[in-house]
């Protein structure tokens, strides 16, 4: 009997070291799978191991050591899934500086988003937690910290605010936001199809205003896509447009996920990057936000990215050197220069775009729209299609803040 070290071994590894249950499954499985590679081996190396083994009681034996490696790797690997579980729920209940952690909103790339709560002032807030097996890189860590405290001199009213960073002790690094009860433009798209001509308007010419700061600051985004635009409620106002994460794009190499942007040395997500991004130039400036403003409104407009593949290289290299179908053709009812304005942003060339933001607002403002969209309007968008949950939660940060 070889089996009992080995599940020694496995509960060893389930216990004490912190692992994906998709990871753990492989290597106990090979550690389930050892002792009876060892008897097999044995088997071809020996003759008279190979005269044992046609014994009937050595076969008994031989079946019952393999069932019950089985079943050890069964229960090592759903031990590491239920440690890791525990793990992460603690994480989450514990408090990171001066702010509470409520629950989880979202996660996603390097890092992950929590409702929370400042301990003395009772304010809700947002903090993301970047980890640092996940950066796996201190330079990686240490250009995160210079470009929070970047974002953090923003303070324009559609720039979300940055109120704190810092570590852990566990060497975890976070920066705390502002909290914002709404729907992002992903969702909003996904849910309720393609937006109006004229919200559309009234949400990009806000996030142009957030650019201008931004590019007068010298600060170029690298990576606007619809989830990092939100439709929030503030200040007694729906349909407040914020433009989240400023400068904090995150490289991206061997993309597997259109969404995500991963560690490496091109930056953005490849739906929404420009042609200069998607080939690795050092030479991106506010242009090159402008083409994924382009691509973000192409979305809102259509309800589908410009290009779009299976395999993101595909996408990049369609970003690089094909045209898109003229918005117009997937849906109609966009106006004639609303569909103008999308393909200039689009142009391949960074000089036949728009050269500033200003001048993208001050041709959205000229967009003829049957009915312009107002705080109204988009009042009673939220009454009647907003998700009850959000609004839920608005409530409670509403009354949270009054308290």
């Given at each position: 009997p070889i089996t009992g070290p080995w599940m020694v071994l496995i509960f060893c590894y389930a216990l004490f070291v912190p692992n994906k249950w998709q990871r753990a499954l492989v290597v106990i499985g090979l550690m389930?799978?050892?002792?009876?590679?060892?008897?097999?081996?044995?088997?071809?190396?020996?003759?008279?191991?190979?005269?044992?083994?046609?014994?009937?009681?050595?076969?008994?034996?031989?079946f019952n050591s393999t069932m019950v490696m089985a079943l050890f790797v069964l229960i090592g690997t759903v031990g590491v899934h239920t440690i890791g579980t525990l793990r992460r729920e603690?994480?989450?209940?514990?408090?990171?500086g001066q702010y509470r952690l409520k629950q989880k909103l979202g996660g996603g790339g390097m890092g992950e988003v929590f409702l929370a709560e400042h301990e003395m002032m009772k304010r809700p807030c947002a903090v993301k937690t970047i980890r640092p097996e996940k950066a796996g890189d201190p330079q990686i860590m240490a250009r995160f910290e210079r470009e929070v405290r970047a974002t953090a001199k923003l303070s324009h009213w559609n720039s979300i605010d940055?109120?704190?960073?810092?570590?852990?002790?566990?060497?975890?690094?976070?920066?705390?936001?502002?909290?914002?009860?709404?729907?992002?433009?992903?969702?909003?798209?996904?849910?309720?199809?393609?937006v109006p001509a004229e919200r559309i308007v009234y949400l990009m010419m806000q996030v142009c205003d957030a650019l201008a700061e931004a590019h007068g600051q010298g600060v170029i985004h690298r990576d606007i896509k619809p989830a990092k635009i939100f439709c929030a409620?503030?200040?007694?106002?729906?349909?407040?447009?914020?433009?989240?994460?400023?400068?904090?794009?995150?490289?991206?190499?061997?993309p597997t996920d259109l969404n995500l942007t991963q560690a490496g040395s091109i930056t953005g997500s490849p739906l929404y990057m420009s042609p200069e991004q998607s080939m690795g130039s050092d030479e991106v400036d506010e242009r090159s936000d402008i083409y994924s403003l382009g691509a973000v409104m192409y979305y809102m407009a259509t309800g589908k990215p410009p290009f779009f593949d299976e395999k993101p290289?595909?996408?990049m290299v369609a970003h690089a050197s094909e045209q898109p179908p003229p918005p117009r053709d997937i849906n109609p009812d966009i106006p004639v220069e609303l569909e103008?304005?999308?393909?200039?942003?689009?142009?391949?060339?960074?000089?036949?775009?728009?050269?500033?933001?200003?001048?993208?607002?001050?041709?959205l403002a000229h967009v003829p729209c049957d009915e312009p969209w107002t705080p109204e309007l988009a009042a009673d968008w939220w009454h009647n299609y907003g998700c009850p949950k959000r609004k839920a939660m608005a409530a409670e940060a509403v009354e949270l803040a009054a308290v």
């Open positions: 389930g799978l050892a002792p009876i590679g060892i008897l097999v081996a044995d088997y071809w190396l020996s003759e008279e191991v190979a005269e044992i083994m046609t014994h009937e009681q050595f076969k008994d034996t031989f603690a994480y989450v209940a514990k408090r990171l940055v109120f704190d960073y810092g570590r852990t002790a566990d060497g975890t690094f976070y920066y705390v936001m502002e909290y914002l009860p709404g729907h992002n433009i992903n969702e909003l798209v996904e849910v309720h199809g393609p409620y503030r200040g007694g106002v729906f349909d407040v447009s914020k433009l989240l994460d400023f400068g904090l794009a995150k490289p991206l190499t061997e290289i595909k996408v103008d304005i999308i393909l200039r942003c689009l142009e391949k060339q960074p000089e036949d775009r728009f050269q500033e933001v200003r001048t993208l607002k001050e041709m």
